[in-house]
């Protein structure tokens, strides 16, 4: 599945950014999609995963703050970002992973870039 992530911009502290991943191909439905963010001078890092069945994984950093949802009949996977912090700035990327490996794409696309500044 290829993905195009969209949805970045510019907020202050404490706003609220929701990020779209897009898919395609008919096999949305069966491959695993994770979040991950690069900030300047630091290593990518997960965001946020969510499963074929619906489970989650967090990055610490989230502290409740982020969801991340998807939904198999749009081909489509959100990241619901809230309380934004200036730490949260940085290039997010959304990638696929498909069975039965289930790894990561190593095409990792342009992300959209997230910058939280007051």
């Given at each position: 599945v290829q993905v195009v992530a969209s949805g970045g911009g510019q907020v202050q502290p404490?706003?609220?950014l929701r990020l779209t991943?897009?898919?395609t191909g008919?096999?949305?439905a069966?491959?695993?999609f994770g979040w991950y963010r690069a900030a300047p001078?630091?290593?990518r890092e997960l965001?946020?995963?969510i499963s074929i069945d619906g489970a989650t994984i967090y990055g610490d950093f989230v502290r409740g703050r982020f969801t991340i949802s998807?939904?198999?009949a749009e081909n489509t996977v959100y990241l619901q970002m809230n309380n934004l912090e200036p730490e949260d700035t940085g290039v997010y990327y959304c990638n696929s992973a498909a069975p039965p490996s289930f790894e990561y794409s190593d095409d990792w696309g342009q992300?959209?870039?997230v910058t939280v500044s007051s």
């Open positions: 404490g706003e609220s991943c897009v898919g008919n096999t949305f069966r491959n695993t001078g630091k290593q965001v946020a995963s998807r939904d198999n992300g959209t870039q």
